[in-house]
């Protein structure tokens, strides 16, 4: 609720009509296989799922960004690539048709402090 109270507001983003989804398999078949997204926006995600459940679901959600313009923005990034190293996070990344793009620092309201956003782009 905090979500669409606060983040979507402050951000504008409201008129784009976020679905916001609380799972615990990364299952996305329950949205249609035709609907492709340009931003995907995991806070904190990832951290509190299993590894192997991390990387199947990336991979589920790096197969509904649209081409080239698709963005994933993943807080926390704990488990994504500082336990994997550079050239093997590359590597996995690239497999599943992403590319590191950068980070940014993100204000908050919902965590009432600042975010690193981890940004990944569809290759």
Known sequence: MAAFRYELPSQGLLHKRPLIVRGEDM??????SEVVYDLIYASAVFLHIPDK????????????LKPIQGWIFVSHNVKLCSRLGGQECTRKLASLGLEYAGKHTHDSL???????????RRS
């Open 27 to 32: 299952d996305l078949a329950k949205f249609s």
């Open 53 to 64: 459940l991390m990387w199947v679901g990336l991979k589920r959600l790096a197969s509904r």
């Open 110 to 120: 919902l965590f009432n402090h600042y975010e690193i956003l981890f940004e990944f």
